[in-house]
């Protein structure tokens, strides 16, 4: 049988934001590594590298995934969205990241491209959620700083919808 060298690189070639483009990967680096060292996407952020904290996320195929618990050779034929998608070529803000800003929904900025593409992956399939739907999904996300509730009303602005009476909004 032959024995797999874990540093042994692999060609990985995928669509990346609309283009074809391949890297070398090891067979046991994590697809946020890859996108950020590897191919430039570097705004792809990393924090707890276990699952939890959900600033990795990216889009494979449409889905939402954790770039830290996907391996980069997964990605392999597959296409992959990051957050650098999602404003256009002249750099004009898409409608979400409009919502966002207008409502104070960052701070430092570490978390928002986890969840602005969790929210992409969302709304493509829910357009008008709920506050509490919203509140489910950003559940899946830790944020420092902002408290959450500019989040929140910044998805129901994108989405049409509009947050519960005052007295009602959890942070
Ligand atoms: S870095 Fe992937 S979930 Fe925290
Ligand atoms: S804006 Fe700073 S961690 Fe969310």
């Keep these: 049988m032959r024995r797999v060298n874990k540093d042994?690189?692999?060609r990985v070639a995928l669509t990346l934001n609309g283009r074809a483009v391949s890297g070398d990967a090891e067979s046991r680096m994590l697809l946020a590594d890859f996108l950020r060292h590897v191919l430039g996407a570097t705004g792809v952020h990393v924090g707890c590298e276990h699952g939890v904290c959900g600033c990795c996320t990216v889009l494979i195929d449409g889905t939402a995934v954790r770039g830290c618990l996907t391996l980069a050779v997964q990605a392999e034929g597959r296409t992959v969205t990051t957050v650098e998608s999602l404003a256009?070529?002249?750099g004009k803000l898409n409608a979400l990241?409009?919502?966002f800003q207008q409502h104070h929904?960052?701070?430092?900025?570490f978390c928002t491209p986890g969840i602005l593409m969790s929210f992409t992956d969302y709304l493509a399939s829910n357009p008008h959620p709920t506050e509490d739907e919203i509140r489910e999904?950003?559940?899946g996300h830790l944020c420092r700083c902002t408290g959450y509730?500019?989040?929140v009303a910044a998805v129901l602005a994108a989405s049409g919808g509009a947050a519960k009476p005052e007295g009602r909004s959890r942070t």
Excluded: K, M, N, Y
């Design 97 to 99: 990241q409009l919502a």
């Design 8 to 10: 042994e690189r692999t």
């Design 137 to 139: 999904v950003l559940s």
């Design 88 to 90: 256009s070529p002249d």
């Design 105 to 109: 929904a960052l701070q430092c900025g």
């Design 149 to 151: 509730a500019g989040i």
